[in-house]
């Protein structure tokens, strides 16, 4: 289908967006990678009266070290996150997770920023960013905002960016010794939106597993923290009992790649083997 | 009266000024402005790959990119590729191993194969398949295109 007519406004400076903000309102929306907004519009789902293309603003994209900090500019794009050594190294839970987001051509435009504020419940990014703790940064004409990610997600394709408010970069801390890391995503086709997926982060001293943050995506209506996963990895339960508690604690949406019973089912086995994989320091998903 | 922009940009390295409405996409700018009509559309929603197109050395939806934000940049399409025998070992293969049936997907699938054997890593065919799994194809059932892909990325980096 073909787009309802709008008014374009390439914004040069965070300034240009900001005025476009202040003369339209929430019918100015923002236009990052477009890989979920176009094809929105081009349904005719969204019609707004204006888009601001976020691309050609500088300073928005990037990846940058500063001490044990990772920064990642909101328009950095997905295939830069892929091939940098920089995530390889300090990120490398991005670095595999980030090959399972969408496919070559789509991921030659989609945005990290655009990824997190689209919200989608079965979208890696999100949940990579809430199991890594990351602190979103947002701009608007009042000044600068900062929010973890844990935070940041209220529900489907919902979050608690303002109207008014343009992410502007991703900040996460670099992986340091002790850090483990586990990717697993269940899809019927390398690139599809997960059916159901797990991603977690923890410190692992003395064959136990500290601080746990283990997340299920695809499944809930957006990524949160398992509470009962990081008591019961704390006090050493093995992975089979605690992929059992947290399975039945799990709320999941029927959807059309799943029941909620089935998607119960696959986090079951999924969070075991992430579990495992921590535990052995086995990466890769 | 309905609202144009200017847009300056090169398309298979020529330069090219025209007005466009703001809500037209780049493939449709392609084909119905430059009559390019090698990029094809089918979904206009970002899932079957047909309306690839490069822009600025990388393969992306021309559906989902509007034409307006082509401004300023390099754009090279299935004509341009093909013209410049960049793809001429590609072409041959996809010909020999009968990879396309109504070529449909076949620019799409070329250019996104095209940009894998730039990167020049060895792929095994699960690889190459992944590498293609956002293109669609109705026809042949992928796997003349695999091999296809193979045979040139094989020829090129010397592993199988
Ligand atoms: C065929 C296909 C398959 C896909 N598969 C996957 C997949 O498997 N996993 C996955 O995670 N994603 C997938 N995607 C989506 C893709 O990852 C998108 O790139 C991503 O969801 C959105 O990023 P974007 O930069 O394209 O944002 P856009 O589409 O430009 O914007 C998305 C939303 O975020 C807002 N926005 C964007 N940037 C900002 C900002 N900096 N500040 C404030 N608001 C902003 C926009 O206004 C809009 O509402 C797929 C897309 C397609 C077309
Ligand atoms: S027409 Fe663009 S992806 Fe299908
Ligand atoms: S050859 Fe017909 S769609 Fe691929």
Known sequence: ?285 | MVETVSIRLTVNGAEVSKEVEPRQHLTDFLRNELGLTGSHIGCEHGVCGACSVRVDGRVVRGCLMLATQADGAAVETIEGIVESSEAADLAEAFIGRNALQCGFCTPGMMLTAAELLAEGKPLDRAGIRQELSGNICRCTGYQAIVDAVESVLVKKTGEV
């Open chain 1, 1 to 285: 289908m073909k787009a309802a007519a709008f008014k374009y406004l390439r914004a040069e400076n965070l300034d240009n967006a900001f005025d476009a903000f202040a003369e339209y309102g929430d019918e100015a929306l923002i236009l990052a990678g477009g890989q979920s907004l176009m094809p929105t519009i081009n349904l005719r789902l969204a019609q707004p009266a204006v888009l601001v293309d976020i691309n050609h603003i500088s300073g928005l994209s990037g990846i940058e070290q500063s001490g044990e900090k990772i920064q990642i500019g909101a328009t950095t794009r997905h295939f830069e996150l892929a091939n940098s050594e920089l995530v390889a190294s300090k990120l490398p839970l991005i670095a595999s997770a980030i090959k399972h987001v969408a496919h070559r051509g789509v991921r030659n435009r989609g945005t990290f920023g655009g990824s997190l504020v689209h919200a989608d419940p079965a979208a890696e990014m999100p949940a990579c960013a809430v199991a890594l703790g990351a602190t979103l940064v947002l701009e608007s004409r009042a000044g600068e905002r900062r929010i973890s990610a844990s935070d940041f997600f209220l529900g489907v394709m919902s979050t608690d960016r303002r109207p008014d408010e343009i992410l502007t970069s991703i900040e996460l801390s670099a992986d340091g010794p002790g850090d483990v890391w586990a990717f697993r995503e269940l899809s019927r086709r390398h690139g599809d939106f997960a059916m159901v997926g797990v991603t977690a982060k923890a410190r692992r001293a003395s064959e136990r597993l500290e601080d746990l943050r283990l997340v299920v995506f695809g499944c809930e209506e957006c990524p949160q923290i398992s509470a009962v996963a990081a008591s019961l990895a704390a006090s050493g339960q093995e992975p089979v009992a605690i992929a059992q508690a947290v399975a039945e604690e799990l709320n999941p949406m029927t959807d059309l790649t799943g029941d909620a019973e089935t998607k119960r089912f696959q986090a079951r086995s999924l969070i075991e083997q992430s579990l495992g994989d921590l535990l052995e320091g086995r990466a890769d998903g």
